[in-house]
């Protein structure tokens, strides 16, 4: 295992020379693993984009401590660690033309992020905030202080029964509504948007979805709270679910990102308005 620069855009640059990664971000109760190539990655009140094919990842410089490339004897593969040591993001490299670029990924000494990242952009506030400072205010610290101050939101916000989760993946994949899905670890998010190709449930409660390129898996035994969240995005208001785990931080949360048609934004948001309080 050696460190390498965990800071933009030196990272980003890293990042995006491999061709083929199995990139995985979440914890215990949400999970999202997928197979590609990264898109640049992207910074707290940077711009954000889902596109097709490629992985969507978005980072808080300031929660990001360090970057490796860890070896094993089978596998290659690039690691974002927290400050508490934790692999918050994973890029297993799946090609040997990969494991060899990985060599050339410069090697920094242990405390190089002595002098900080770069000056991050300024994020708005979340109060008042559109669809993007929702997510970057889940990014800072899980979204733990939103939380607790919620009632400062101006937008549209109630609470609803997190067992709708497995009903809404199962009605879009049935009526081919594409998605977007974004699921959060310590200062990393990556997310997902396309078509539901299928769904399962264990008995236990764990939910799987194949989402375009990606697989989503949600412990809903793990949720303790879900909320949807209506906030300015493409096509103007626009509904997410979030789902938040025991210690009230948001793991993931469901929604549409970009511009996906206004059918699929009025579809999605029919079906918001139909789910239940809790």
């Keep these: 295992m050696r460190l390498i620069d965990p800071r933009m855009p030196e990272l980003a640059r890293c990042l995006t020379l491999f061709q083929y990664v ?5 914890g215990p109760v949400a999970r999202i693993d997928q197979a590609g190539s990264y898109a640049v990655p992207s910074l707290r009140g940077d711009a954000f984009a889902v596109h097709p094919g490629s992985i969507a990842l978005r980072l808080d410089a300031e929660g990001i401590e360090a970057a ?9 593969s690039v690691r974002l660690l927290d400050a508490e040591g ?3 993001h994973q890029g297993r490299l799946l090609s040997e033309g990969d494991r060899l670029l990985a060599g050339l990924a410069g090697t920094v000494e242990a405390g190089a992020r002595a002098d900080g990242p770069s000056t991050p952009p300024e994020v708005p506030a979340w109060e008042n905030g559109d669809q993007l400072a929702q997510l970057d205010a889940v990014l800072a610290d899980g979204g733990a202080a ?16 997190a067992g709708v989760v497995s009903a809404v993946l199962d009605h879009v994949c049935s009526v081919g ?4 899905v974004a699921v959060f670890a310590p200062a990393a998010m990556q997310a997902c948007g396309g078509p539901v190709h299928v769904t399962d449930r264990t008995v236990g409660g764990r ?5 375009a390129e990606s697989s989503v898996e949600i412990d809903l035994a793990g949720v303790r709270a879900c909320h949807l969240v209506r906030s300015t995005a493409a096509h103007g208001p626009t509904s997410a679910i979030e789902l938040d785990d025991e210690d009230g931080r948001c793991v ?10 206004e059918d699929v934004h009025a579809a999605w948001e029919h079906l918001a308005a139909s789910l239940p309080d809790a």
């Design 22 to 26: 199995q990139a995985v971000t979440g």
């Design 86 to 88: 934790r692999t918050v």
């Design 146 to 161: 939103r939380r607790r101050a919620f009632d400062r939101y101006r937008g549209e916000h109630r609470e609803i029964e």
């Design 252 to 261: 993931a949360v469901i929604t549409q990102f970009g511009m996906v048609g």
């Design 207 to 211: 939910v799987f979805a194949a989402i």
């Design 68 to 76: 490796v490339v860890a070896r094993d004897e089978s596998t290659v």
């Design 177 to 180: 509504l594409p998605i977007g």
